[in-house]
């Protein structure tokens, strides 16, 4: 692109922008970071999504990174298409931060800052900050101490190690930050499936079908591009339809995993499109916004199983929820390193009117394009691990609801990634009285939802 900045100067003082609003401070600008995975963990599809996901992540804010990739006949990734990990990796790196210093090396001494271990076999890197992860399953292991071993899995799922990668690069940024170790994440394995610290090592079970039906994702920046990032490495199957008229700039690249140099300038809805292209969900981009999209496809047109609803610009959650949805499920990030997570199912759990109040009139809404005065405006997080994280919370969520026993969790889950996340909240929320998803009723879903794939999961008294 011929506005890309021609400089490291001008490219940082873009990119860097939002991570040093909610840093408060610039130290990591300055830190030098390796990852280092042994031979055995780097030929398994689990240590290999780790390493990939890790390198991603520090390549949004880290400047010097090494990554210590032993000679190996790895196990190709097939969703991903992968021949050459160690290619990948830095071309990754690269597309994200064309000025940063990323090297690959096999062995032999490094010196630097931060040094993430992955693997239950990985090695400490003498005169370095250690942080060490793993993965299997749905399970997330994070230390500071010594490497986890955690008992293999049979199966493709490798969420938990995109979830082990998100602690571990999250870790090693508070390191770089010089926070009070009171901040930094606890120790420990965090179970992704029931969103909590694991105590046993007991797994859920993956499902056997993987297709999630025809999804409707409203945003695609951040965490919605995260959220297929995850649901492209989970093997979801289905169509998807991404809505965002925003393009990708270069204040962009520091907390997406899928946005890079190669798609500034795109719009988010074809920059998502095409990373999802070769995938088992089939994208249709929509170079729209929320209320173009509904005046051009009217909402009795829709035959969406699920909604998404990931931006929240322009008051799209509550002309959303105006609409009748189905299914939604969702997540976001925090001005204070907050993530949450959301599930919204008629007739059962609050709505997004209920999760995301504004003041509204009852004349507003009568029109699902009407101003909505909102009282106050939030600034994302725009952290890469935080983004990352959110958008693996949905992809998690899509693939619970294939099994039985689904909703498993809470429909609100907060994790705070300024603390320890020692404890996370969690709870079922329920609608407030005299809310507008009250009065949309049985009658109103029928008409709209009553197809759809999850309409069992619908609940009216």
Same mark, same amino acid.
């Given at each position: ?38 031979? $055995? ?98 399970? $997330? ?59 046993? !090592? ?29 649901? @492209? ?18 204040? !962009? ?20 499109? @095409? ?79 209920? @999760? ?5 009139? $009852? ?68 609608? @407030? ?29």
């Amino acid at each position: 692109m011929s506005d890309f900045p021609a400089s490291a100067e001008e490219f940082y003082a873009l990119r860097d922008d939002r991570t040093n609003r909610c840093s408060g401070s610039r130290s990591y600008q300055r830190t030098s970071c390796a990852v280092c995975v042994s031979e $055995a963990t780097a030929a398994t599809p689990a240590g290999q999504v780790m390493v990939l996901a890790a390198a991603n992540l520090l390549s949004r804010w880290c400047r010097r990174v090494t990554i210590v990739l032993p000679p190996t006949s790895v196990h190709p990734l097939l969703r991903l298409g992968i021949a050459d990990l160690g290619e990948l990796i830095l071309a990754q790196m690269r597309d994200a931060d064309p000025f940063g210093d990323f090297v690959i090396k096999a062995d032999g001494a490094i010196a630097v800052e931060i040094a993430l271990g992955i693997g239950e076999d990985a090695c400490f890197t003498s005169n370095a900050a250690n942080v060490f992860i793993n993965a299997s399953g749905w399970h $997330a292991a994070v230390s500071l101490e010594r490497p986890f071993e955690l008992p293999p899995t049979a199966g493709p799922n490798w969420l938990g190690a995109i979830a082990a990668a998100c602690l571990g690069v999250g870790q090693a940024f508070k390191i770089a930050l010089h926070m009070p170790a009171m901040h930094f994440v606890r120790n420990g394995v965090f179970d992704l499936f029931q969103l909590n610290w694991s105590h046993d !090592n007991g797994h859920a079970s993956w499902p056997p079908e993987l297709h999630v039906g025809n999804v409707l994702m409203v945003g695609a920046g951040s965490v919605g591009s995260a959220a297929a990032y995850c649901m @492209r490495f989970a093997g979801l199957a289905g169509s998807i339809t991404i809505v965002d008229k925003d393009r990708v700039k270069v204040e !962009n690249l520091n907390r997406s995993a899928v946005f890079g140099r190669g798609t500034v300038g795109l719009t988010k809805a074809d920059a998502v499109a @095409r990373f999802l292209a070769s995938s088992a969900l089939t994208p249709t981009p929509v170079d729209l916004w929320w209320h173009e999209f509904l005046k051009q496809r009217r909402r009795s047109s829709f035959d969406f199983d699920v909604w998404l609803p990931l931006a929240n610009e322009g008051n799209v959650r509550l002309g959303m929820q105006h609409n009748v949805p189905p299914l939604m499920v969702h997540a976001s990030t925090t001005a204070n390193w907050g993530v949450n997570h959301g599930r919204h199912m008629p007739g059962r759990d609050d709505c997004l009117a209920d @999760r995301f109040p504004t003041e509204v009139s $009852a004349e507003s809404l009568t029109c699902a394009t009407a101003e909505v005065v909102v009282l106050e405006a939030g600034v994302d997080a725009a952290l890469p691990f935080a983004s990352l994280f959110a958008g693996l919370l949905v992809a998690a969520d899509l693939v619970r609801a294939q099994l039985s026993g689904y909703p498993q969790v809470p429909n609100f889950a907060l994790f705070d990634w300024f603390g320890t996340m020692e404890s996370i909240q969690a709870w079922d929320r329920k609608p @407030r009285p005299g809310c507008i998803c009250q009065d949309q009723g049985v009658a109103f879903h029928d008409q709209f939802n009553g197809r759809t794939r999850y309409r069992n999961l619908f609940r009216f008294e």
